[in-house]
């Protein structure tokens, strides 16, 4: 089946840092990749959506300097959180789908940062 | 944009026990699936079921497109079921985020032994 890896699993650092997510679809080429946020005992919040080769595309009340996201690849997508704050603390997970019309997204194990 | 309703939002039940999972969504779909997230956080893709019926074991799920709900049945429930169940639905709508999915509010399984 479609298999889709997400590093780092873990990451804690200092406020100020930035931090790069990498997401790898591994036996498909991804035309889109989707990035998703989840806080504690709550559900996945679409971030962005990320289209190879253009820019992504940015939900509502997601700063996109903050959250920067590259999709330079079928098959890699990154999202690099700038200047990391406390509150941006979080759980990260990314899918990938073909972009065929009709097709399931298929997610990563997530990536949990934890910002001192 | 399309709003995904779960329900109930906490179940216990004992080991053995069946129970039924409901998503209701607010318009018409063109991609439902159903996860499992396990305590490490990991969602585990259960189905995908924009329309019609599938088994897989002691889980089935049938999704009424038309009357916009998918159900997703346990049976023999395990402790190891324990964990969250998310209903995520895509609505086709176009543009540069065509293919996401809005998420349910979960619902949360808990099985006692």
């Known amino acids: 089946g479609a298999v889709v890896s997400q590093h780092p699993s873990w990451v804690i650092c200092k406020s100020g840092t930035s931090v790069k997510i990498e997401c790898r679809s591994l036996d498909f080429q991804a035309t889109t990749m989707f990035w998703y946020r989840q806080f504690p005992k709550q559900s996945l919040m679409l971030m962005a959506t990320?289209?190879?080769?253009?820019?992504?595309?940015?939900e509502q009340g997601v700063e996109k300097d903050k959250f920067l996201i590259n999709h330079a690849s079928l098959t890699l997508s990154t999202l690099t959180v700038t200047s990391a704050h406390p509150e941006d603390s979080s759980f990260y997970i990314c899918s990938a789908t073909r972009g065929w019309i009709n097709q399931p997204q298929h997610f990563g194990d997530g990536t949990r940062l934890s910002i001192l | 944009g399309i709003q995904v309703e779960q329900s109930p939002p906490d179940l216990i039940l004992q080991e053995g026990a069946n129970s039924t999972l409901r998503c209701n969504f607010s318009?018409?779909?063109?991609?439902l699936q159903w996860f499992h997230q396990n305590p490490w956080g990991q969602l585990i893709n259960l189905f995908y079921i924009p329309s019609g019926t599938k088994q897989n074991g002691r889980l089935s799920a049938t999704t009424v497109a038309t009357e916009r709900y998918s159900l997703l049945y346990i049976s023999s429930s395990q402790t190891t079921d324990s964990g969250v169940y998310f209903c995520?639905?895509?609505?086709?709508?176009?543009?540069?985020?065509?293919?996401?999915?809005?998420f349910g509010q979960g619902t949360i399984l808990t099985v006692h032994p």
């Open positions: 990320s289209n190879e080769g253009s820019k992504a595309t940015y």
């Open positions: 318009d018409s779909v063109n991609n």
């Open positions: 995520a639905v895509g609505d086709g709508a176009g543009g540069t985020s065509y293919g996401k999915l809005t």
